[in-house]
C-alpha cells in the first residue's frame, strides 16, 4: 500500500501562483514515477502533469509553459509549481504515483484524497 499526503491548494486570483505537494510512503517501490491529475466540476479527472525518477515529464497541453512539476526522489515528495493561474484551473488536484512510459503516457496506481485549487477571475 502507498499512502500520498497533499498539501497546498487554497484560493488564487487569476494570474497569481500556487505550490501543490505530495509525499508518497509505504511501499513506493516498484513505481518510477509520479504525477498530478485534476477533476473540475462537471469534468473527467485528466492527468495534469507526470515525472519520472530520472526527471521525464509529461504535461497536459493546456498548462505546458504555466505548470512546472519536480520532485525530490530522497523524500518520496512531488511538487506542482502553477503560474499564471485562469479560473478554467479551478479543480481539485489529485496526487498519485505509478509507472511512466513516455511523455505521452503515464498510468497512475495510488491517488491521494485530492487538494481543491480555486482561481477567481
Known amino acids: 500500500q502507498v499512502q500520498l499526503t497533499e498539501s497546498g491548494g487554497g484560493l488564487v486570483q487569476a494570474g497569481g501562483s500556487l505550490r501543490l505537494s505530495c509525499a508518497a510512503s509505504?511501499?513506493?517501490?516498484?513505481?518510477?514515477?509520479m504525477g498530478w491529475y485534476r477533476q473540475a466540476p462537471g469534468k473527467q479527472r485528466e492527468l495534469v502533469a507526470a515525472i519520472s525518477s530520472v526527471g521525464s515529464t509529461a504535461y497536459a497541453d493546456a498548462v505546458k509553459g504555466r505548470f512546472t512539476i519536480s520532485r525530490d526522489n530522497a523524500k518520496n515528495t512531488v511538487y506542482l509549481q502553477m503560474s499564471s493561474l485562469k479560473p478554467e484551473d479551478t479543480a481539485v488536484y489529485y496526487c498519485n504515483i505509478g509507472t511512466y512510459y513516455n511523455s505521452r503516457t503515464y498510468a497512475p496506481h495510488y491517488w491521494g484524497q485530492g487538494t481543491q485549487v480555486t482561481v477567481s477571475s
Open positions: 509505504g511501499s513506493t517501490f516498484g513505481f518510477n514515477a
